[in-house]
Nanobody, 118 residues
Framework: QVQLQESGPGLVKPSQTLSLTCTVS??????????WIWLRQPPGKGREWMGA???????HSTPSLKSRTSISRDTSKNQFTLQLSSVTPEDTAVYYC??????????WGQGTQVTVSS
């Protein structure tokens, strides 16, 4: 059973870079056809797909966040990471990592609250 776990700071100051790591167990992030995804859900709003990195290392980001988003991976640790630069309070959300063979993931992390505040 594939399991995912997000980790990172729960509080980030405005203008700083938010950095989150997703550790995957029970499966390899290089498994053919798999996509590893970051999503978020701001308070009172719907879930937003942010971006993904696939089994080959290719990345995709939603256009509205592309200029501020970087997704990378460490295959030796079976982890993938999200960096979101120049954060504002509007980036406050529960952040999720997820994975599966399509962009509609089969596996989810439990989510981690990130608050942007000075």
């Amino acid at each position: 059973q594939v399991q995912l776990q997000e980790s990172g700071p729960g509080l980030v100051k405005p203008s700083q870079t938010l950095s989150l790591t997703c550790t995957v167990s029970g499966g390899s992030i290089t498994t053919n056809s798999y996509h590893w995804i970051w999503l978020r859900q701001p308070p009172g709003k719907g879930r937003e797909w942010m971006g993904a990195i696939d089994y080959s290392g290719s990345t995709h980001s939603t256009p509205s966040l592309k200029s501020r988003t970087s997704i990378s991976r460490d295959t030796s640790k079976n982890q993938f990471t999200l960096q979101l630069s120049s954060v504002t309070p509007e980036d406050t959300a529960v952040y999720y990592c997820a994975g599966g063979t399509t962009m509609n993931p089969d596996y989810w992390g439990q989510g981690t609250q990130v608050t942007v505040s000075s």
